[in-house]
């Protein structure tokens, strides 16, 4: 099995899975994320998180967690949400 992107060239060839295609792999998947997960620690000290674009810009932010822990748990709910989410417009046009 080879890895392609769309149309484009083999970016890694058919061969047994090894460290270095592991490597590149990931190399890849941060070359083509969607955004970045940051977590932080709000002014009453608790941990969220904001999903920032690929170009910086802030796309969401999380409610407030009392743990690391539950703001990561917090984190992998939202591709699960989102995949069902529904839109609502609520703009009036």
């Known amino acids: 099995m080879a890895l392609v992107v769309g149309a484009g060239p083999v970016l890694l060839p058919a061969s047994p899975w090894s460290v270095a295609a592991d ?4 190399q890849l998947q941060e070359e083509h994320v969607a955004g970045t997960f940051e977590i932080f620690r709000d002014n009453k000290g608790e941990y969220r998180f904001r ?3 690929r170009n910086g810009e802030i796309v969401a932010t999380g409610e407030s967690y009392p743990t690391k822990a539950h703001v990561k748990r917090g984190i992998q709910a939202v591709p699960r949400a989102a995949a069902d989410a529904k839109i ?5 046009d």
Not at 23 to 26: H, Q
């Open 51 to 53: 999903l920032k674009g």
């Open 88 to 92: 609502e417009d609520k703009g009036g």
């Open 23 to 26: 490597r590149r792999l990931t």
